[in-house]
């Protein structure tokens, strides 16, 4: 296995524009159809849709209430 310390190997969704706002908004009607959680809208932060586990993150803490 060849290495290569100056390539990126954490993708962040939003950040390396892999998600748009298009995708986000498809994103909450999946999550609520799913997981029957609705996602407010202070919940709509780059930071809650930019990795996978910072949405699963927000589907539990969402569930809980």
Not at 3 to 19: A, E, G, S
Not at 23 to 30: G, K
Request: charged share 30%.
């Amino acid at each position: 296995i060849e290495i290569h310390p100056q390539r990126k190997t954490t993708v962040t969704l939003i950040d390396d524009k892999i998600l748009d706002s298009i995708d986000i908004v498809t994103l909450v009607a999946e999550i609520g159809s799913e997981f029957d959680v609705e996602v407010p809208a202070e919940e709509l932060t780059p930071e809650n849709f930019n990795s996978a586990k910072a949405l699963w993150e927000m589907v539990q803490r969402l569930d809980e209430e």
